[in-house]
């Protein structure tokens, strides 16, 4: 698949072709792309802000099972007005598979849950949006309050669920506990999956990757692909405006790595990256990165990436399935993109930005705060 069908598998409009200097293919010399602003634009003249507007919808969203040993809470503010700040409404939750969870949950959204498991509720769980749920709701010990409608396919078994807004259930629906609704009806529930993550509607990263192996400007920067290759030691690699390309990463020997996206920025890795200690990501104002990588995270060591009070200038794309593992000393600001992999969390974390995923799995508290500026990314792509 080439990185425009990637792409346009997603329904998104590329920009309009501009006048280009080419360098080994469609893409341009760098002082010409550098002429323009907004986000990265791949070398098919796609905007990566209207990727990333169409991909990061929900603040946690999941192709598979969401199994939440312990309390989520989210939130959302809009970066492009000040900082986030507590309670700001949205913060949606999805999964299209079942939700399990043992905390409590607090959804500053909507709450979808669209797989045959339906939601196994914890001891409480409050949502600010409606509720949506293909399945069956709830545990007998589960106190659910729901500020919007919500819809329940199956049964429900709680000890109380209290709907602020209009309840529906199907014909036939067994009901245990204590429910009340400012209004009721009886009509079959449908949820449809929320969360892009069929095959057709799945964005290719290791084609878009591939697309930017020849067309790129590490010449311009003067680095190779092989630039973090084997790296021992601390390293620095600063990314002005521009497009490169990294075969893999890999820092060796106790080695730290601090990269530092400075302009309209995109990096593009094939292979695995790997980094012993500290991984530092670090996006200047006014600049944005696009990070894509084909393989594994590795990163054993403590992880900082961008910015809280701009998680939307920061969008990582994976294309890689198996286990993505933050630890306790992870601080995020940034917009995760990863429909085959795993991600699990042991530790209490704070993530500011979006996460779609296969599966989450954490064990510990997470306060998850969405930046709804991601929504409108696509905005700035230049026509």
């Known amino acids: ?63 598979g099972d969401l199994a939440l040993g312990a309390g989520l809470t989210t939130d959302a503010f809009d970066s492009r007005q000040g900082p986030w700040t507590p309670g700001g409404t949205g913060g949606h939750v999805a999964s299209n598979g079942g939700l399990d969870h043992n905390g409590e949950l607090l959804v500053g959204g909507d709450l979808t849950v669209a797989g045959a498991r339906g939601l ?33 396919g199956g049964d429900i078994d709680v000890a109380s669920l209290t709907v602020t807004g209009s309840l529906t259930t199907p014909a036939g629906a067994g009901e245990r506990g204590t429910v009340t609704a400012g ?71 106790g080695g730290s790595l601090i990269v530092r996206a400075t302009g309209r920025t995109a990096l593009f890795v094939a292979g695995d990256v790997t980094v012993d200690g500290a991984l530092t990501i670090e996006v200047a104002p006014g600049a944005e990165l696009d990070l894509f990588v084909a393989g594994h995270l590795n990163l054993p060591g403590a992880v900082t990436m961008g910015d809280p009070a701009r998680p939307r200038d920061l969008r990582l794309y994976l294309a890689s399935a198996g286990s993505v593992a ?41 306060a998850l705060h969405h930046d709804r500026a991601i929504a409108v990314a696509g905005q700035a792509c230049e026509p």
Do not use: K
Not at 126 to 133: I, K
Not at 202 to 230: K, M, Q, R, S, W
Not at 332 to 341: E, H, Q, T
């Open 120 to 152: 196994a509720a914890g001891p409480r769980a409050d949502v600010a949006g409606n509720l949506a749920v293909a399945a069956g709701l709830g545990r007998p010990s589960s106190a659910i309050a729901v500020a919007g409608a919500a819809g329940v």
């Open 326 to 366: 933050l630890s306790g000393g992870a601080a995020i600001a940034a917009n995760l993109y990863a429909p085959a992999a795993d991600l699990a969390t042991s530790a209490p974390l704070e993530l500011f930005g979006a996460v779609l995923v296969h599966r989450w799995s954490l064990s510990a508290p997470v």
């Open 1 to 63: 698949m080439t990185a425009w069908r990637a792409l346009a598998a997603l329904g998104l409009a590329a920009c309009v072709a501009r006048d280009t200097v080419a360098t080994t293919g469609g893409g341009e010399d760098l002082d010409t792309y550098c002429q323009g602003r907004g986000p990265p634009v791949l070398v098919d003249d796609t905007c990566t802000g209207a990727v990333a507007e169409a991909l990061f919808r929900h603040a946690l969203c999941a192709c």
């Open 183 to 253: 209004s009721r009806q009886t009509a079959a529930v449908q949820v449809p999956p929320p969360c892009r993550c069929d095959p057709a509607e799945v964005l290719d990263v290791a084609a878009v990757i591939a697309a930017h192996a020849a067309d790129n400007h590490d010449a311009e920067l003067g680095i190779t692909p092989a630039e973090l290759d084997g790296r021992t030691g601390d390293v620095t690699l600063v990314l002005p405006c521009g497009r490169y390309y990294l075969d893999r990463v890999q820092v060796t020997g």
